[in-house]
C-alpha cells in the first residue's frame, strides 16, 4: 500500500481532511529537478487541524474521492 506524508490544508468536512503532498521529479530531458503537488482526501479519526503534517495510507475507497486514511500525525 501506499504512503504519503503531506501538510493538512483543510479539515472543515466531518471526518475528512484534504492532504497536499508534495514530491520531486526529475524531467526525462532536461534532467531538471520539478516539485510536483498533489491533493488527496483522506479519512480522518484522530482530528488533526489544518497545518499538521501527517502520513497518509492507502486504504479501500471510502466515498467517491476518499481512497486514503490518516496514519499517524508526525511532529
Given amino acids: 500500500m501506499k504512503i504519503?506524508?503531506?501538510?493538512?490544508?483543510?479539515a472543515k468536512l466531518k471526518k475528512t481532511?484534504?492532504?497536499?503532498?508534495?514530491?520531486?521529479?526529475?524531467?526525462?530531458?532536461y534532467k531538471k529537478l520539478i516539485k510536483v503537488t498533489k491533493k488527496f482526501l483522506a479519512h480522518?479519526?484522530?482530528?488533526?487541524k489544518e497545518g499538521d503534517t501527517v502520513s497518509i495510507q492507502?486504504?479501500?475507497p471510502m466515498s467517491a474521492r476518499k481512497r486514503f486514511k490518516v496514519v499517524e500525525k508526525a511532529k
Fill in 44 to 48: 480522518d479519526e484522530f482530528g488533526v
Fill in 58 to 60: 492507502e486504504t479501500r
Fill in 4 to 10: 504519503f506524508t503531506g501538510i493538512v490544508t483543510s
Fill in 17 to 29: 481532511v484534504t492532504v497536499r503532498v508534495e514530491r520531486l521529479l526529475q524531467h526525462p530531458k
